[in-house]
């Protein structure tokens, strides 16, 4: 079971990025997947989700409305639009798939984790 993450890179805030999320090794379609972020000297903490049945989805209060997750065309993948980024954004992302197919808000509830993608917002 492997997740690659991809798309980080550095941008002025107010500008975008779309980050890529692959998977593979199982039927990853079946199971929700999230993004988390690290920025230095704080703990992880949770971006976004979306499930492995219905395709509904969950956010953190600081990037509703500015992010988007969703599946791609191959649903072994999860995308992260981010719009309208702030200096506060900068961290690296992780990728993460769960063991059911509900999104969740915590950590532990994901299994499997990509290695992170760096996101840098210039202000």
């Known amino acids: 079971v492997q997740l690659q993450a991809s798309g980080g890179g550095l941008v002025q805030a107010g500008g975008s990025l779309r980050l890529s999320c692959a998977a593979s090794g199982r039927t990853f379609s079946r199971y929700s997947m999230a993004w988390f972020r690290q920025a230095p000297g704080k703990e992880r903490e949770f971006v976004a989700a979306i499930s492995g049945n219905d395709g509904n989805t969950i956010y953190a209060d600081s990037v509703k409305g500015r992010f988007t997750i969703s599946r791609g065309n191959a649903k072994n993948t999860a995308i992260l639009q981010m719009n309208t980024l702030k200096p506060e954004d900068t961290a690296v992302y992780y990728c993460?798939?769960?063991?059911?197919?509900?999104?969740?808000?915590?950590?532990?509830?994901?299994?499997?984790w990509g290695q992170g993608t760096q996101v840098t917002v210039s202000s």
């Open positions: 993460a798939s769960s063991s059911n197919s509900y999104p969740k808000y915590t950590s532990s509830e994901y299994a499997y």
